[in-house]
């Protein structure tokens, strides 16, 4: 091993094993999953070429193969559970994207939500076997955030019983499916429902694309891939043109909204079950910006315990680049970030489970705020996690823009999370309806409940911007619940500008919609606000339930160091609402720096802890053996351009030289 | 022309062309390099592939070609002055690099400045006819800022007369230099000369790595690629690995140091002559950071008029996405950074060309402040852009996650201006030794002058943390001048700070340099402060300059929205410092919502005025003409996953699907 990262590991205040165990829920969670990754590691047929050194066709067609051989062996190794599926994937997959993937991630759990029995017969089997490569697509070329914007329609003709669906323009063009462009032979499309005359509205449509057995495009319909991106190389993401193209009656997904025979429309019950796969997939990819901003900080923070550089006191010997105040403040706090959102992740899930559980009882009654919160804990955690990954890119030097840190890649690929499920922007003003409506029934003398309770104080007057001096506000800087404490005083104040602001335009422009245009930055601002207080929440509560003295330690740092670090980052709110003091701030600043140097003998430890084997696959700067450098040059003399003949571009510079 | 587009320009309150000349320095300018971009445009030799379909191995070659037709076009059509290459390279690389750019850039310009002039005889002839293609290397596999540290020997045999070179260890290979894995077949290498058992420290030698005519690398060089990055996919960015490799007494860059050939070691005269190359890069990289900002100002802003989406009213079409304040608030603080940092390029290109002028003369007195300026600037602009890039990119959608967008290539090409010439952190600190020096200068009863002037009001005891109250604080939140004094007070403020903050620590730690290392957060923090107050300046000044009513009143609105915004994201600096109140914070946020209003129906022409054609060229969103998505839907068709045959994965598929 590293004689850096063993110094360091030895040096750690507390046993990594037992925060790892934290983290994965228990102890026996961290075995089973160890026991899945050790089957990918120890299989042979799992060692395939570094996808980093090929063209992008090439690329692709060993993802295809990856992800035919990841299907095969979970049949073989008998894992369905859906968190063994996923802790199997991620090792496998190392940051990379799969072409087939969309088929298990969207087309068959569409299928069973939204499938009669019929359907789930006639096509779940196939599809699961990979006879049917299943896609999604909803979103057009010129149509991303507003669905009911999209144009395509699927038209009823009952002579025939048949729908015809169709791409009326340049603008209605499908793009951006993943595994459409090569991989699919079938698409579930979300079009426009239209019937007897009438458009009923998006409906979902399993669309034939290819002909099984040649795989040739079907008559009336033109697909491709999109072209390269920023990222996901190895994914066919598609478009999908039809034109006048007939699929048969039964393809309309009918489990909730049906077409009769004859064209007559039924409506489905209720609407807001169709919800339920959205805040599923939100609340997951809180979960994955925790998970990506962990692996960021392991390899940043692994490489800055083994990289020396330049000199703290002249003479001595180059010290880690850790021991630099600097690049402790540039990695700690997103390293007390990524725990934060661990625990914010882990609270998500929990909460789908149990909010999942009372809609299948029929209590609808917290599916508001699970909605609210998700949209906005999915932007505001994978926004911070977008940066944060740079910053660690950042913080490696040159080696940091290199593809051998694995950085490069998380980044890429981690990206479109900021963009796709629900673009951030949106999805701050989503949570911002659900605070604006909170607000307004306080207002109206009834109390809210949930993490917006905070706002059943606001009648009370405690909170008027006028009225700042009577606020209740020694907050003691180093307790995790008086910080709390103060985020929600921000938030609250937040929240109740923004409502101001709101009804003052809605007076002055006399329409709601353009009141809501006008003020949409207080709007996010207010619901930025409302998430953060509920990360910190989350982590300071995370913190009280350990009852392991040296992990709960550690973790306290870490909480504390997140939350000043949020209230230093933005101190304007908190001065503003007097919610803090100008000489607090000081403190606050002080603190942050005594805290650094707390954490500093236990970052490598914190960062073993989340114990990705993935991190050791992917990046030569976050594995623990060996010389670092040496591993760089090895993995260096694989690039293709050290394998292919010099001498062509060579003859052509010589053949110039005689003209210059 | 685009619909969108058309009435935008028609909506403009000023003549963008009046904007343009302002930019390029004269109307003549200006008319100058569009007859450099049309020898481009309108040559068919200049008609290449897209760089974004091909694989790493192919843009490789494409990029030599590029360039090699490049060096030849120039010469063809006369093009030498600085400027004009630079307009010329631009507009012909459309955000891609050179495989023998250092050649130009680094190689002969340091044969220039530290070779005789017999060393010039002997070698720029050929360099510039490209039979010598060097480049530059300094960068080590485990040293990059720390030029102390680089562990390459060039140790003098006098028997000989020759440097025998040396990469004693692994970490001393080096690493990155751009050009030296495939093009180059000479290197300007940095070693540490010993001569009679000493070391000297770091100089330049000439040493041939290739074997001209064959390309072949010469025995006991080993040299290569370094694999794939993020961006620069055609540069081969390279390692090179000296054993016993020697080279004659001639080939060491003898015009200031010299080794005798009895091997008399001769020092320079004086060594601050060195510093020039360095600041000069520096000061380019702020235009640069400039140009490449306002590149990705022009494609969002424009994307964003073109894009309809959603709705503000319910029933009325789709709007155009610029409507949305959100998305003002997004990119119109983002745009007037981007013309803040081309006013702030300008400058420090004037002030390189003047302070350079006064070294001809003998003259330095002004060097180290242009030194510390020039590394703090680099740093805080590059930051921003890279950033702001980012920002720019994800508010185009989805589709500025594709290629086609120009976005991403723009982004990963000027990313590592954050990391190299001088990482950030590092130059910060820089910037920060000068400001302190100023400080304790003006502390022991000495003036300042330049930038750092305000310094010289410190001892009058006007900034002191306990007497903010004396401030003569009315900040008048629409006056520029006004504004740039609340900058200066900032800056003021957070270099006291960070002093006495040092000094509290050089007590404390009874060292100097480990008290530097723990007061780094808050050096790094007045360093900013001071150059944002620098921007904020220069821009305000910029402003007063222009005489045209209509100019000047359009870049005012871009000024105060600069400045507000800076506020507003450091509110905490200024409220702590009581130089802005509470309730003025307020309404700096309502008068930026005011401004964004304000700005809108000019923010197309806006853009316009910075006149790329090379955004036309690299990226569909950002062209003038037709119909983007009609664009983007003939782009995707040239993907080479379109080009290919199907059938191979396919087939791999299908021998599973048996098995599944």
Known sequence: MNQDLQRERAGASFNPELLTNVLDGSAENTQRRREIENLILKDPDFQHENLNFLSRSQRYEVAVKKS??????????????????????????????????????????????QGTTAQQEKWLHSSQGLEIIGTYAQTELGHGT???????????????????????????????????????????????????????????????????????????ITVGD??????????????????????????????????????????????????????????FLVGESARCLSKACTIAIRYSAVRHQSE?????????????????????????????????????????????????????????????????????????????????????????????SGLPNIYVNFTPTCTFEGENTVMMLQTARFLMKSYDQVHSGKLVCGMVSYLNDLPSQRIQPQQVAVWPTVVD??????????????????????????????????????????????????????????????????VLEIQEKSIQAVLRRLCLLYSLYGISQNAGDFLQGSII?????????????ALLTAIRPDAVALVDAFDFQDVTLGSVLGRYDGNVYE??????????????????????????????
């Open 226 to 283: 999109i072209g390269p991106k920023f990222g996901y190389d190895e994914m066919d993401n598609g478009y999908l043109k039809m034109d006048n193209y007939r699929i048969p009656r039964e393809n309309m997904l009918m489990k909730y909204a049906q077409v009769k025979p004859d064209g007559t429309y039924v409506k489905p019950l209720n609407n807001k079950l169709t919800y339920g796969t959205m805040v599923f997939i939100r609340s």
């Open 477 to 542: 800087i180093n307790s995790p619940d008086s910080l709390t404490e103060a985020y929600k005083l921000r938030a609250a104040r937040l929240v109740e500008i923004a409502a101001k602001n709101l009804q003052a335009e809605v007076i002055h422009r006399n329409s709601k919609e353009v009141a809501w245009n006008l003020t949409s930055i207080d709007l996010v601002r207010a619901s930025e606000a409302h998430c953060h207080y509920v990360a910190v929440k989350l982590f300071t509560e995370k």
């Open 146 to 220: 507003h669905l009911r914007g999209l144009e395509t329609t699927a038209t009823y003709d009952p002579e025939t019983q048949e729908f015809i669906l169709n791409s009326p323009t340049v603008t209605s063009i499908k793009w951006w499916p993943g595994g459409l462009g090569k991989t699919s032979n079938h698409a579930i499309v979300l079009a426009q429902l239209i019937t007897q005359g009438k458009c009923y509205g998006l409906h979902a449509f399993i669309v034939p694309i290819r002909e099984l057995g040649t795989h040739k495009p079907l008559p009336g």
């Open 68 to 113: 035919a051989t990841m299907v095969e062996k979970m049949r073989k190794f008998g894992i369905a559970d859906p968190d063994e599926i996923m802790w199997f994937k991620k090792l496998h997959l190392v940051n990379f994207v799969e072409p087939v993937g969309l088929n298990y991630s969207m087309f068959i759990p569409t299928l069973l939500n």
């Open 581 to 593: 003091t100008e000489s607090q701030i000081t403190q606050v600043n002080e603190r942050i720096k």
């Open 312 to 404: 703290i006191k002249p003479g001595e010997p180059e010290p880690q680049i850790l021991d630099y105040q600097t690049q402790q403040y540039k990695l700690f706090p997103l390293l007390a970030t990524a725990y934060a959102f661990q625990f914010v992740g882990a609270y998500m899930k929990e909460t789908y489970h149990r909010i999942n559980e009372d809609i299948g009882h029929g209590d609808l009654s917290e599916l508001p705020e699970l909605h609210a919160l998700t949209a906005g804990l999915k932007a505001f955690t994978s926004w911070t996690t977008n940066t944060a990954i740079e910053a660690c890119r950042m913080a490696c030097g040159g080696h940091g823009y290199s593809h051998c």
């Open 631 to 660: 591993n760089l040059f090895e993995w260096a003399k694989k690039s293709p351009l050290n394998k292919t003949e010099v001498h062509e571009s060579y003859k052509y510079l010589k053949s110039l030289q005689s003209k210059l």
